[in-house]
């Protein structure tokens, strides 16, 4: 395996994907399907060789002399390998969702896509990552639209502020090679951590682009508006690779970009609020408030979708607060919160995807006891959201662990309880999805739906054991996570296969694990010991022996899912929600009436003098007041 | 060479002949003037590869000032080329399309190529002008020979202003002639430095006036949505990018030659800021521009306020007159041409296939006709400026100059980089309609070998330019040495040269 | 509101010509400017090719340009190529018309009164000897080929309100080949002499009727095209079956 193997596996699916566009649609996902094995296969194998680099060199008049790098670092590669083993689960599972009945046209532009995720990670220079990053945009904004009107509006809403960031990070890129010369990433790093002390102005200026670029990738404030549109709206396979995969590219351009530059900042340079560099505790309160956000419309949301969409971005914040902190803990934590939100949102999605599959509805007020013809997907969601709500003995609790104790560590009382009240709120909304879905009454429309189709059942199987096995030997993932600190500038974390070790003390998951597996046991051993068990029909059960249809209501109509919390809207109701959409939708209408202004001009051919006239003035008055 | 004259004079003889053919013989005359650009295009690639410095070509016998001449360097034979293949590839179009012009159409067209390539070779301010007459008089026929009120609309709103912007020129030139005694361009850079200063900002305000009607820069360009709109859709595709083309390469000259800018120092006469005129005129063109674009539904005035859009884009790479910048601007011009033209003619189909213009009609159609989908969304990133996509290498680089020099404002760059988000959002809108759940089935757009060639010429253009950029480049990175005023290749010491000095 | 408009504007750019002239800064104005770049001396005294007359007399030979006319000698000789571009703008217009109207239905005109049918072909017959000797006449004296040519159309139209003759198609090909014969003279120009309309039939005597052919031929091709172009104009406005109404 030579270098060569870098640019394959960043063009290889871009040009395959092109080409995949004049082929029948059931073809498309066997391709994609084993080009991800493949793809999975070279990504692993990389680690092996150490450090590799592929640069590819030209000169054009207006850039100057460009080196193109692709390269494995640490922090690239751990991106790589988590974004291709979920792409290869999630392929797996697209291969039997995208039947005849629910299939879409998106196989090419998802494999293009992948190709782009894979340039994203291995590049090494500003225009690699820059190309990369363009091409990332506009294919998934194609994939999110998928030929529907109303999931289009959810895409350009999402493409917009994506641009946005977009264009923001064009004008770092120039900045940081007028300034250094170079199109390298990492140079850049290295003298915007010295301009931090020398020209402060400057270097503020190209980490607020860059940090604006990342923020509207990745949903956080004062981004947040566009998941729960665009995820929402997503195909259902798609949704689990945007919510899992898509959404953490903003996270790698912090790690990539920002942090290191704070790390290698000298203590003192910069004012720090409570041990944190003053940008960094910034960037802590708006993930913090994020998650609150995020937290608060998920418990009043109907559609399921569209609440999973919410938690994804309560989960961006908690990772942003954690390399908001600085510390190789919340470095660390961030990364492992990173894979386990992938883990497990995928799984939720994933399962989501499965019952919409089966049953065609995505309202969860109409669906209900699918626990019992689903199993699997009922597993998957339920370890999905005790992953979720960050309990043990499951992943999600380890790496929110790991977050408070980076807090704890800097003594930030505030974002802790912020963090806190949006990490327990997770909870309601979590178990609500789960009751209304696959507990409570099952509808007779439901009786008979099957199980999720093999392929998809497999990969959400092996989500599951993922989850278990984040949760029971946290060491397995973070123990990857040394080289990256070290890379990055920080010291090494303590870790073994069993535990972790934070600021204030130390937890062996392992452990806790085994208590549990232990409490679970007995518990099943007194059920299968117990006394004799009678079979009772669900409705009895229910209903206490009382039969509803005397009310006129019917078991469907039973099932209490509607507007959950309803009774604690109220509780709510002074958080200012919807401030930023509604700017946004002010910015539009403004841009909305600038434009017909200016078009009206036309309209009445007696205007096009004053038109002139204006114009004369106009020059006049710039001339002679510049 | 010399036998550059021909790139101005054969369209012009072509179209002298065709009322004669036209009546006798009208498909022949036809296919005669498809001919004639053909060999104009081939001409112009030929001087293109045989190029080595900048030349002069003088004109009835007498030398510059007294004569007027031609002046052949790598800008004005790049922007001659794009120039003729466009409109090679517009009457192509025009051609193939089931409404079918008189001859009359084509001569318009051939004198439109006369007018334009006048512009873009001469090396005299009146001479500029007379072209853009022959030019402006040629639009407004061809656009109201479109639909009947649209195109009568859009011709006479197009010509009430250029009516007021050729005053404007004229009494320019008057004051400039009567100030320095010569018209050649060559010449008056050294004599505007001489003016007293008031007079020469008097004139350059009329200049300017008048080239930013032709360069479509708000807010003299309130013309373009009920022109392009009128006009027939080849013609709406060639006033994007050859018309347009020509104004800002008048633009272009104007500022470097005769209001000698030089390489990023700023422009002043008396207290009167050129510079800063350019750039900020610039900046206000793309904002208003791509809200406009924004707001439309009809979506060839969509197309025309996203052209207004790029023109003030390329005015702030004037602006800021560095020759990273200039290369971008050039660049950038280039690569919307291709673009636009490719987009109108996808449009221009769509049109004629619908019966209407109004894009939330089209609803659906990419999926009956997914290669035209496919080569709008090319087109669309292609203009765009979308990384692997021929616009990217232009916006990139001026936005890259213009953090990098002083004739700029931070400011001002970050307004357009937010303005352009409304251009990202506004074209993908459009393409993802095309494949959106129509109302109606869709029905299979007429189309024809013609049309395949001249849209898939484009469109692998669009591809091929922004994935492999270098032959380009390579071109254009000779333009910002001769463009400067003073060094021994530049424009003015070539007329020097020529004059015997 | 337009007139509004008109005033702002006439005020705007009055008020910054008079401040423009009543600068008093340093530099060179309308009408004061130095007298080294002065293309339009050059023009009078014909001392472009930098051979010096101490005055210019009829009868002169072996000048540069021999046209006594001196706006004409600036117009066809040292700015044809300008020429060459007003020809085009006029012929760009009327082809405009014969786009856009050609397929309308054209008027009809009435039949003449005795008056003008009897009188009109004896006037055509003067106008058209005036308009020959006016541009045959454009080296010596004011006119040229584009007054000419338009008297002739005048003419014409005479003649066609007379009910004398009707527009036909012969103007056409008479527009196509005089426009092509100015092309061909300039092309035979930078054939023998290098450069396009240049003058490459020498030049004569001052002041005498056949002195200046290169310009001669060059009014009279103009003067053909304008007046083939004008007719042809009108053909596109009146309806060409007259004999029906007449008599």
């Given amino acids: 395996m030579t270098s060569n193997m870098l640019p394959f596996i960043v063009i290889a699916p871009v040009l395959l994907g092109l080409l995949m566009l004049s082929m029948p649609k059931r073809l498309n996902w066997w391709i994609f399907f084993l080009l991800n094995i493949v793809l999975a296969g070279v990504i692993f194998t990389l680690k092996s060789k150490g450090a590799m680099s592929f640069t590819f060199q030209w000169t054009l008049f207006g850039t100057g002399k460009v080196v193109q790098k692709l390269g494995v670092t640490p922090l690239g590669w751990f991106f790589l390998a988590i974004s291709s083993a979920a792409t290869l689960l999630f392929s797996m599972f697209s291969l039997d969702f995208n039947d005849k009945k629910h299939s879409t046209a998106i196989a090419p532009l998802w494999l293009m896509l992948v190709g782009a995720t894979n340039g994203i990670f291995l590049s090494q220079d500003w225009i690699s990552f820059f190309i990369s990053w363009e091409l990332m945009s506009w294919t998934s904004l194609f994939i999110i639209g998928h030929g529907k009107t109303s999931s289009f509006k959810a895409g350009i809403y999402y493409y917009a502020l994506s641009f946005f960031g977009t264009m923001a990070m064009m004008a770092g890129i120039w900045l940081l090679f007028h300034r250094t010369g170079s199109w390298e990433i990492s140079s850049g790093v290295l003298k915007t951590a010295q301009d931090l002390s020398s020209h402060r102005g400057f270097a503020l200026t190209v980490l607020s682009l860059f940090t604006v670029a990342f923020l509207a990738k990745s949903a956080l404030f004062p981004f947040h508006m566009w998941p729960q549109m665009a995820h929402a709206e997503a195909p259902d396979d798609f949704s689990a690779y945007l919510s899992g995969i898509m959404i953490k590219y903003g996270v790698y351009g912090l790690l990539l970009f920002i942090v290191p530059v704070f790390a290698l900042t000298p203590r003192g340079t910069i004012k720090s609020i409570s041990g944190v560099p003053w940008p960094m505790y910034i960037l802590a309160v708006m993930s913090a408030l994020t998650s609150v956000i995020g937290t608060v419309m998920a418990i009043f949301t109907n559609d399921m979708k569209k609440l999973m969409a919410w938690s994804t971005v309560a989960n961006v914040g908690y990772i942003g607060v954690g390399l908001a902190t600085g510390t190789s803990l919340g470095y660390a934590a961030a990364m492992f919160h990173t894979v386990n939100h992938m883990m497990f949102k995928g799984g939720i999605f994933a399962s989501l995807a499965a019952v919409k599959y089966r049953t065609g509805e995505r309202e969860m007020h109409r669906l209900g006891g699918l626990a019992y013809v689903m199993p699997i997907t009922f597993f998957t969601f339920l370890l999905g959201i005790i992953a979720a709500a960050g309990i043990p003995p499951l992943s999600g609790f380890n790496s929110k662990w790991m977050i408070f104790q980076a807090l704890f560590e800097k003594k930030m009382v505030f974002v802790a309880t912020a963090l806190f009240f949006a990490s327990t709120g997770a909870f309601l909304y979590l178990f609500r999805g789960l009751h209304t879905i696959f507990l409570g009454q099952l509808s007779p429309r439901f009786r008979n739906v099957k199980e999720a189709p093999p392929l998809m059942s497999l990969s959400m199987i092996v989500l599951m054991i993922l989850m278990l096995a984040a949760g029971i030997f946290p060491g397995l993932v973070t123990g990857r996570f040394n080289d990256i600190l070290v890379a990055a500038g920080l010291n090494p974390i303590k870790t073994t296969l069993y535990s972790m070790t934070g600021s204030t003390t130390s937890i062996n998951s392992t452990l806790v694990a085994s208590v549990f597996a232990l409490a679970v046991g007995v518990v099943f051993f007194l059920f299968v010991i117990g006394g004799r068990k009678r079979r009772v029909k669900m409705m009895d059960n229910y209903t206490c022996g009382e039969d509803p249809l005397d009310w006129n209501v019917g078991p469907d109509r039973y099932h209490y899912g509607y507007d959950f919390y309803q009774p604690i809207k109220g509780l709510f109701s002074w958080m200012p929600l919807g401030v930023v959409e509604k700017g946004y939708n002010a910015l539009g209408r403004f841009m909305e009436r600038l434009g017909n202004l200016v078009t009206s001009i036309s309209a009445d051919g007696t205007r096009l003098g004053w038109s002139f006239v204006l114009g004369v003035i106009l020059i006049i008055v710039i001339g002679v007041v510049k | ?501 | ?247």
């Fill in chain 3, 1 to 247: 509101m337009n007139k509004i408009a008109a005033i702002l504007m006439i005020g705007i750019i009055s008020y910054g010509v008079y401040a423009a002239f009543s600068s008093t800064q340093p530099g060179s104005k309308p009408f004061k400017r130095k007298a080294q770049n002065d293309v339009s001396r050059a023009y009078l005294a014909k001392t472009v090719n930098g051979k010096k007359h101490s005055s210019i007399m009829r009868g002169m030979k072996g000048l540069e340009n021999s046209s006594s006319n001196i706006v004409t000698a600036v117009v066809l000789d040292y700015r044809g190529f300008d020429t060459l571009g007003e020809v085009t703008v006029l012929f760009a217009a009327i082809a405009g018309i014969g786009l856009l109207l050609g397929g309308q239905k054209k008027r009809v005109i009435t039949p003449a009164g005795p008056i003008i049918s009897s009188l009109a072909p004896w006037i055509a017959l003067f106008i058209l000897i005036t308009s020959a000797y006016v541009f045959l006449h454009g080296h010596l004296t004011p006119g040229g080929g584009f007054p000419g040519g338009a008297m002739i159309a005048a003419g014409f139209l005479l003649m066609v309100l007379g009910f004398r003759t009707k527009p036909s198609g012969v103007f056409r090909m008479l527009e196509s080949f005089a426009g092509l014969s100015f092309v061909l003279v300039g092309l035979l120009g930078f054939l023998k002499k290098g450069s396009f309309l240049q003058n490459f039939m020498g030049t004569g005597e001052m002041g005498s009727l056949f002195g200046s052919l290169f310009i001669t031929v060059l009014y009279a091709i103009i003067g053909i095209k304008v007046a083939a172009e004008l007719s042809s104009g009108f053909g596109s406005f009146v309806k060409e079956d007259l004999e029906e109404e007449h008599e």
């Fill in chain 2, 1 to 501: 060479m010399k036998y550059s004259i021909f790139l101005i004079v054969a369209p012009m003889a072509m179209a002298f002949l065709v009322p004669f053919l036209g009546h006798v013989m009208p498909a022949l005359s036809k296919g005669l003037s498809f001919l004639t650009a053909l060999a104009g295009t081939v001409l112009s690639v030929f001087l293109l590869i045989t190029y080595k410095t900048p030349f002069t070509v003088i004109m009835g016998g007498w030398i510059p000032p007294f004569g007027i001449n031609l002046h052949v360097d790598m800008l004005s034979l790049l922007f001659a080329t794009v120039v003729y293949g466009a409109v090679t590839l517009g009457i192509a179009f025009q051609l193939s399309s089931v409404v079918v012009k008189k001859p009359y159409f084509y001569m318009l067209i051939l004198l439109l190529l006369t007018s334009l390539n006048g512009m873009i070779l001469t090396g005299d301010l009146f001479n500029l002008f007379v072209f853009m007459e022959i030019a402006g008089i040629s639009s407004w026929a061809l656009i109201a020979s479109g639909n009947k009120t649209a195109g009568v609309r859009g011709a006479l709103q197009y010509m009430v202003v250029a009516s007021l912007a050729s005053v404007a020129y004229l009494a320019a030139i008057a004051i400039i002639y009567s100030s320095t005694g010569t018209l050649n361009m060559a010449q008056i850079s050294g004599g505007l430095r001489e003016m007293n200063s008031a007079m020469a900002a008097l004139a350059v305000l009329l200049i300017l006036a008048s080239l930013f009607t032709e360069m479509e820069i708000f807010p003299f360009n309130s013309w373009v949505g009920s022109a392009y709109r009128g006009a027939p859709s080849s013609i709406s595709g060639l006033l994007s990018s050859a018309v347009a083309l020509a104004g800002a390469y008048a633009m272009l000259r104007i500022s470097y030659i005769v209001f000698g800018a030089g390489m990023g120092n700023i422009i002043r006469f008396g207290s009167f800021n050129i510079t800063s005129i350019l750039f900020w005129m610039g900046v206000v063109t793309v904002v208003t521009g791509e809200a406009s674009a924004f707001t439309q539904k009809d979506a060839k005035r969509m197309l025309a306020w996203s052209s207004v859009g790029q023109m003030g884009m390329i005015l702030m790479a004037i602006a800021i007159a560095s020759e990273k910048s200039i290369y971008g601007a050039v660049f950038a011009l280039i690569t919307h041409s291709i673009s636009k033209l490719l987009l109108f003619m996808i449009v221009g189909r769509l049109v004629s296939a619908t019966g209407t213009s109004d894009w939330t009609r089209w609803k659906g159609i990419g999926r009956k006709n997914s290669i035209l989908g496919i080569f709008f969304i090319i087109g669309a990133l292609g203009v765009t400026g979308i990384p692997l996509f021929a616009g990217f290498w232009g916006k990139f680089t001026i936005i890259g100059s213009a953090f990098k020099s002083t004739g700029s404002s931070y400011l001002g760059v970050y307004i357009i980089l937010a303005a352009t988000v409304m251009e990202a959002v506004y074209f993908l809108r459009l393409a993802h309609a095309l494949f959106e759940e129509p109302e109606r089935k869709p029905g299979k757009v007429n189309t024809g070998i013609v049309f395949w060639t001249c849209t898939t010429l484009l469109a692998l253009a669009v591809v091929i330019i922004g994935v492999f950029p270098a032959p380009l480049d390579r071109k254009i990175k000779k333009i910002p040495s001769e463009l400067r005023g003073d060094n021994t290749s530049g424009y003015i010491s070539t007329v020097y040269k020529a004059m015997g000095r």
